[in-house]
């Protein structure tokens, strides 16, 4: 079905990386505009290998993010694209909901105020739980407030990238596996980009190279003020037998001074139930385990001053997950905050992700997609959660943004 080499040969669009925001790109520019040659490369033997592929399958809602910020407004706008997408495909999802649970009295202002955002977000039917409603939506839950979230969903996100694919081909769109991006060199009017096994040329470049998107623009843009940071998030599942201590998706109240969501528990659409992530710092960009070690990588997220500031002024949280990811005792005393009645025996070890997380100079991790270009080039350079389900808008957006260089 895909391709691994061919002779060299000239697009009108190249996008580099076959996660699901390169593949949803890939697809809109399609439907836009047919008369576009397109390429999309992706450097492994398949496509969504990466953070698409080990994330946990939650249709988000939008009511985390800042109103009129690029996540808020690409969420929405994706949600709604998502489900349609899944409805005239066929490809199976669960509106089932979801609570977010505060567990101290110094969390319900922060519940309170993301039960607002969620509103000024345009979510309906959004509900404020006592400590007696919240067992109605989850009998196991111990929690003072919450707030019912009625539109997050689950999804198998492969599934989703692998129909995105399928119609990028079936739309003479060209997928090349196998295909890592050495160079990309400006001559002119053009680019050359150069691979592992070939050279093309094309009028523009889109990066959407994910855990890899700042090194793929500094290529182009050599002053870039942002570097990714590898931050792994591991997982335990639910023993079978315990599986029934979760109907569906049970959130904590989210620290506001980070961009994760904290450990929660997740049905997923393949069956079985998620317990985590935490957020520790991946001593690889492709770090699935603690034993992945790149000692350049690592030095270089070492290396990088906004890091270095991050690591300086949160370090007492960023200990409490690293003391997590080497202790069981430790993640299950997290989830017991939620679920009570847990136990290190009910927990058996689950997989990971690793999550792209763009860091500026200045301390800042960057709380917001960010998307910037020049006259041949745009890059992708911090998609994480909710990227997965903004991935239609995030297209669009970009896909927009190509059709207009490109005129």
Same mark, same amino acid.
């Given at each position: 079905?895909?391709?691994?080499?061919?002779?060299?040969?000239?697009?009108?669009?190249?996008?580099?990386?076959?996660?699901?925001?390169?593949?949803?790109?890939?697809?809109?520019? #399609?439907?836009?505009?047919?008369?576009?040659?397109?390429?999309?490369?992706?450097?492994?033997?398949?496509?969504? @290998?990466?953070?698409?592929?080990?994330?946990?399958?939650?249709?988000?809602?939008?009511?985390?993010? =800042?109103?009129?910020?690029?996540?808020?407004?690409?969420?929405?706008?994706?949600?709604?694209?998502?489900?349609?997408?899944?409805?005239?495909?066929?490809?199976?999802?669960?509106?089932?909901?979801?609570?977010?649970?505060?567990?101290?009295?110094?969390?319900?202002?922060?519940?309170?105020?993301?039960?607002? #955002?969620?509103?000024?977000?345009?979510?309906?039917?959004?509900?404020?739980?006592?400590? &007696?409603?919240?067992?109605?939506?989850?009998?196991?839950?111990?929690?003072?407030?919450?707030?019912?979230?009625?539109?997050?969903?689950?999804?198998?996100? %492969?599934?989703?990238?692998?129909?995105?694919?399928?119609?990028?081909?079936?739309?003479?769109? &060209?997928?090349?596996?196998?295909?890592?991006?050495?160079?990309?060199?400006?001559?002119?009017?053009?680019?050359?980009?150069?691979?592992?096994?070939?050279?093309?040329?094309?009028?523009?470049?889109?990066?959407?190279?994910?855990?890899?998107?700042?090194?793929?623009?500094?290529?182009?843009?050599?002053?870039?003020?942002?570097?990714?940071?590898?931050? #792994?998030?591991?997982?335990?599942?639910?023993?079978?037998?315990? &599986?029934?201590? %979760? @109907?569906?998706?049970?959130?904590?109240?989210?620290?506001?001074?980070?961009?994760?969501?904290?450990?929660?528990?997740?049905?997923?659409?393949?069956?079985?139930?998620?317990?985590?992530?935490?957020?520790?710092?991946?001593?690889?960009?492709?770090?699935?385990?603690?034993?992945?070690?790149?000692?350049?990588?690592?030095? &270089?997220?070492?290396?990088?001053?906004?890091?270095?500031?991050?690591?300086?002024?949160?370090? =007492?949280?960023?200990?409490?997950?690293?003391?997590?990811?080497?202790?069981?005792?430790?993640?299950?005393?997290?989830?017991?905050?939620?679920?009570?009645?847990?136990?290190?025996?009910?927990?058996?070890?689950?997989?990971?992700?690793?999550?792209?997380?763009?860091?500026?100079?200045?301390?800042?991790?960057?709380?917001?997609?960010?998307?910037?270009?020049?006259? =041949?080039?745009?890059?992708?350079?911090?998609?994480?959660?909710?990227?997965?389900?903004?991935?239609?808008?995030?297209?669009?957006?970009?896909?927009?943004?190509?059709?207009?260089?490109? =005129?």
């Amino acid at each position: 079905m895909f391709h691994t080499n061919d002779i060299d040969l000239k697009y009108d669009i190249v996008i580099i990386g076959g996660g699901i925001v390169g593949l949803a790109t890939a697809l809109t520019l #399609r439907k836009k505009n047919p008369n576009y040659s397109l390429l999309l490369l992706e450097k492994e033997d398949k496509i969504a @290998k990466h953070q698409t592929g080990n994330n946990s399958g939650v249709i988000h809602s939008g009511l985390y993010y =800042k109103p009129g910020s690029l996540k808020a407004k690409n969420c929405i706008n994706g949600y709604h694209k998502l489900v349609d997408f899944c409805d005239t495909n066929d490809i199976p999802y669960d509106l089932c909901g979801k609570v977010v649970v505060a567990t101290s009295k110094n969390e319900i202002p922060l519940m309170n105020n993301l039960f607002e #955002r969620g509103k000024q977000n345009g979510l309906k039917n959004l509900t404020i739980l006592n400590k &007696e409603e919240i067992k109605e939506y989850e009998p196991h839950v111990e929690g003072i407030g919450g707030i019912h979230v009625p539109q997050t969903g689950i999804v198998d996100y %492969v599934k989703v990238s692998e129909k995105y694919a399928e119609l990028i081909q079936s739309l003479d769109g &060209e997928i090349k596996l196998n295909e890592k991006v050495k160079d990309i060199h400006q001559q002119g009017t053009t680019n050359i980009i150069r691979t592992n096994t070939s050279e093309y040329e094309s009028d523009l470049v889109i990066n959407c190279a994910g855990l890899y998107s700042d090194k793929i623009a500094r290529l182009t843009e050599k002053k870039l003020n942002v570097k990714i940071i590898p931050f #792994r998030g591991e997982y335990y599942k639910l023993t079978k037998v315990k &599986e029934s201590l %979760v @109907k569906n998706l049970i959130y904590p109240v989210p620290d506001p001074n980070f961009p994760f969501l904290g450990v929660h528990f997740t049905r997923m659409m393949k069956g079985g139930v998620e317990a985590g992530p935490n957020a520790v710092l991946a001593f690889s960009r492709e770090g699935y385990k603690k034993s992945n070690v790149n000692i350049l990588e690592l030095i &270089e997220s070492l290396a990088w001053p906004g890091f270095q500031k991050v690591a300086f002024k949160y370090w =007492k949280t960023g200990m409490g997950e690293m003391y997590r990811s080497f202790s069981k005792s430790a993640f299950t005393k997290a989830l017991q905050k939620l679920i009570p009645e847990i136990t290190e025996a009910d927990l058996t070890e689950g997989g990971a992700g690793v999550r792209a997380q763009a860091c500026d100079k200045n301390g800042g991790l960057i709380d917001d997609f960010l998307i910037f270009e020049d006259n =041949k080039t745009i890059n992708v350079c911090n998609a994480p959660s909710p990227a997965a389900t903004s991935s239609l808008s995030i297209g669009e957006t970009v896909a927009e943004m190509a059709l207009s260089k490109l =005129k």
